[in-house]
Structures are given as C-alpha cells and as structure tokens.
Nanobody, 125 residues
Framework: QVQLMESGGGSVQAGESLRLSCAASARIYIVGWFRQVPGQEREGVALLYIDNGWPQYIRSVKGRFAISQDRSKNTVYLQMNSLNPNDTAMYYC?????????????????????WGQGTQITVSS
C-alpha cells in the first residue's frame, strides 16, 4: 500500500503561481495530477512516468504547468504558473506502481489505485 501526501494548495489572484507537492511512501511508476470542479467529472491535468521522467499535459495547461520530481524524496511537484479562474478546482495526486492497468489508458482515473486527499486551488480574477 502506497500513501500519498499532498500539500501546496491555496487561494491566489489570476496570473499568480502555486506549487503542489505529492510525497509517496514507496516507489511508484506513474503519477498523475487530476482536478475536479463540483458537478463536473474529474479530469487529468498532468502525468509523469517516474523512471524516464516523461511528462504529459492536457492542452489547457501546457506551457503554464510543469510536472517534475525529486526522486531522492519520492516526491512529485506540479508547478502552476499564470493561473486563471478556470484552474479553480480540487486537485488530486494519483499514483500507481504497476506499469499498465488494462484496459485503462494513462489518463483514466481507473488506471490509478493510490490517491491523495486532495487540495483546493482557488483563483480569483
């Protein structure tokens, strides 16, 4: 069982930055950051494959968000720049130690079996 501890949420003005952290209690293969607005489905925002460091982003955050890792701390970060009100959501860190989970693709919630508690990001205009 892997435990994930998130930190770094908060309230900011549009244009400002925040950095989220996700510390894992054991080695993992993939980490994803997801977000959810009340009444909407949870969406994947960024993914990172731990071994090769390959990052992926959804179109709406590409160029503004950056996912990175500190392998010595088993921690993954999501640096969020140029935040706008559309980024307001509960953000969740998700991880898995399996290389694949058929039939789910990497952006599917079902692909991840470990989840953080969530942290709220609120961006005011």
């Amino acid at each position: 069982q892997v435990q994930l501890m998130e930190s770094g949420g908060g309230s900011v003005q549009a244009g400002e930055s925040l950095r989220l952290s996700c510390a894992a209690s054991a080695r993992i293969y993939i980490v994803g950051w997801f977000r959810q607005v009340p009444g909407q489905e949870r969406e994947g925002v960024a993914l990172l494959y731990i071994d090769n460091g390959w990052p992926q982003y959804i179109r709406s955050v590409k160029g503004r968000f950056a996912i990175s890792q500190d392998r010595s701390k088993n921690t993954v970060y999501l640096q969020m720049n140029s935040l706008n009100p559309n980024d307001t959501a509960m953000y969740y860190c998700a991880a898995d130690d399996r290389t694949s989970v058929e039939p789910y693709g990497p952006w599917s919630e079902s692909r991840f079996r470990y989840w953080g508690q969530g942290t709220q990001i609120t961006v005011s205009s």
